[in-house]
């Protein structure tokens, strides 16, 4: 939620602090913020189409907050008076108005306007105001730089009137064109209905919408005509226009999880509907309507004729209780009674006090508050966590459980591990499998994978081109151990892949690597080989049918990452290989030999491995593969060669012969 | 008889930085008498949402990206739906981390993929609170980052916990990487377990209080090890494995 500090000024009598300030309590007593950002007047950095010319020169700066309100908070804090009453617990300052604290007064006089709802429980609060003799026009210059600092148009005084309601205070409301509902016997007026199936409406902006039978509607109160999506979006049927002189205003409650599928459904979403789906209180709608019918009066003339409502409003919220010793309990402090009647003081909460249990009353707008937990939070986050003691877990009376899974997958990596296997991850969401999703992002990427063998076999053609880059020249070895996903349910399972590498005897060599594979694996699991499907290069198996034979009362030793190691970005252009072979002088070791390679062949060295060195007739030969690449660009032979020569040139110096 | 074909034992081969990641939690949470624990990747509702505490048609349910599965079931989101089965299944006390895979409907780039792994941590018995939270992730990040940790909390909002926080974390001294020292970091969601959430887990919340926490930890990875791309946790480069050497 955007929050503009000047309008947040107009909460309190003092200047409020720095900007930086606000949005520390906000964060560490509160909520997250997004950003602070300034705002100048006629600026560049926001561009909303100043409308109909109107310059806003009258407020010159601002300063936007972007404060993240989730869930829980959306009744109360999508507004800036929510966020004026936060700032005014987090900062002991007083506010100097607060329209929600004018007593509500629900009004049946219907001389007028009609006022009928088909279905309560769709929509439990409903209040309507007539006001007559209105001049639609711009808006005055404090008003349009009010939306406009927070990237809204200014439509007209009447329709911006509305949006500040909003904006102020958290009540959507929504201005109709009397003289365009239907009249009869002198009244006219809205009936809130259920959509009949298939009922077309155009809404404001042009967009056609058909509706089903769950979609409520404000309906003109005598033809039946739809007018509005209730709780989402108006239509323009009473659209108001220039010409208009008498509005009626409309502010409602609304049942949030049917405005919520309703939005789903009908693929829109305003910030009418985001305040209804998340619940708002059932005092806001009167005083939303008192709000805007007082505004309207201001800045466009007019009489309010007369004030109707529906509904019984919970004005009171109900008592929550909690003790200081629970309070204590639940967060770790060690606060006092005095500590908590100062806290509940700070939020304005009414309570009362015997000896160490507190009965507290929340204001009737804190929907978020209806358990114990929900006011030691607020205890909590208003006194700060910053000296929440770090208290370490009484000691454990029993050893935990030693869990059958997790030793299998231990003995799995331990006994592959030992055999020069590389562990891989690999996706299990996949074109093919047993399973579709239903929302799938990607169409390659719909089913649930029902085998790991596919992965693997992947892997295996992606990763054999690399094997010279991680010096592996024997043969590729991988494994993955994953969920599966089949006709027999989830399956937690093993796949190994080999491809051997070279020229001579490839499928016979992989054939014996995966024998020999398969036979430590029968040995340190109890497998038997009938439960493992085969193809050339994998083998796969379950690890869930296994659990069941796990006798252990301890876990492996378990493996970690070399301390202090840190990775290295990987380059997205190709490597190459080139190999070096030479003579070295009688007193080279092989780690000053290594080193001075290095320093030769410069940056675009990303590897170097011995793989060869003899000694014959009292002379060493050493060989090396050096593997470059470039993080700027794809090397050219021009750029290889340099390198090679270069190295060549220097250790001749030295006495190496390459041969 | 020998194979003809000898099985070079070489120097060993890398490990899988996800692995080593979760051996060594699994080993710093072992120390504080934690027991590990996982369950299916593919959820019904109930696990997965209503008892956690994220009713149908409610905002909270947009907090994360689903996948849906035509019958109505769900790739899980988070590893919390273990919290719901342990607890069905366990009494208290309690001591779990769940390390697992869980699935979020959104798109892929650098720091985000469609699949990734969590940890979740669940203490449950007569007497826990929220500092007790605060010295159990303290004491985790210590080990696992290996430097001088401060942790803060600040105020959220997560269904299945009352009060929810925020964990930031920062690191001091020569042995972190510098491009982590001395910054604030938001490192993982936590708060202590919802009412509803023990009630629905078959736990009296009359008797029983505890905390929960969730972190991500291909994050935690890119945080200790400097790796740039969450992608190649789950693509199986071998390039990217093989400079994980083990201890």
Sequence with gaps: MKISRNWLQTFFEKPLPASEVIAEKITFGAFEIESVDSWKTNADKINFGISEGKSVDAMGEDTIIDVKILPNRAHDCLSHRGIARELSALLSIPLVRDPLLTPIQPSQANKKVLLSVDDVDANPIHTLALVTGVTVGPSPQWLASRLETLGQRSINNIVDATNYVMLDIGQPTHAFDWDKLTEKDGRRGIRVRPAIEGEHITLLGGQEKILTAEVQVLSDGNSGVALDIAGVKGGLIAELTNDTCNVLITAAKFNPTRIRRTAQKLKIRTDASHRFENEIPDILPYHGLREVVQLIKDIAGGTVEEVVSLGTPMTTHPQVMTSVARINAVLGFTLTESDIVSILTQLGFVFAQTTDVFSITPPPERLDITIEEDIIEEIGRIHGYDTLPETPLPKAVHPPLIDAMFYLKDVVRTTLGELGFTEVLSYSLRDKGYIKLANALASDKGHLRDTLTTGIVEALDTNEPRTPFVAEYTALRIFEIGNVFTETGEQTRVCIGVRALGMKKRAERTHEFLRVAEEALCKSLSITSSAITRTPETLEFSLTDLVATVQTSAYLPLPHVASGLMYVPLSVYPFVSRDIAFWAPSDATEQEICTMLRELAGPLLVRIDIFDSFTKEGKTSYAYHLILQSHEKTLREEDIQSVMQHITTEIEKKGYIVR | ?247
């Design chain 2, 1 to 247: 008889m020998m194979s003809k074909f000898i099985m070079t034992k070489n120097a060993q081969p890398p490990l899988n930085p996800m692995t080593g990641a979760i051996n060594e939690i699994r080993d710093i949470f072992a120390g504080m008498g934690f027991g590990v624990v996982d369950g299916p990747e593919l959820e019904d509702e109930w696990h997965n949402f209503s008892a956690l505490n994220v009713p149908k048609d409610h905002p909270a349910r947009d907090m994360q990206d689903t996948f849906w599965l035509p019958d109505g079931r769900v790739m899980r989101t988070q590893t919390s739906n273990m919290q719901i089965r342990w607890m069905e299944t366990h009494e208290p006390p309690i001591r779990i981390i769940v390390p697992g895979k869980v699935y979020r409907n959104e798109a892929t780039d650098m720091t985000h993929e469609a699949q990734f792994y969590q940890v979740e941590g669940l203490v449950i018995d007569t007497n826990i609170s929220l500092a007790h939270l605060k010295g159990t992730l303290a004491e985790f990040f210590k080990h696992f980052f290996k430097g001088n940790v401060e942790v803060r909390f600040r105020p959220s909002f997560f269904p299945f916990v009352e009060p929810g926080v925020e964990v930031d974390m920062r690191l001091t001294g020569e042995s972190v990487p510098e491009k982590l020292r001395g910054r604030w970091i938001e490192i993982m969601g936590a708060g202590m377990v919802h009412p509803n959430v023990l009630k629905n887990s078959g736990v009296d919340p009359k008797k029983y209080q505890g905390f929960a926490f969730g972190a991500g930890i291909e994050r935690l990875c890119m945080l200790k090890w400097g790796i740039d791309d969450v992608r190649y946790f789950h693509n199986a480069d071998i390039r990217f494995v093989s400079q994980f050497l083990r201890t």
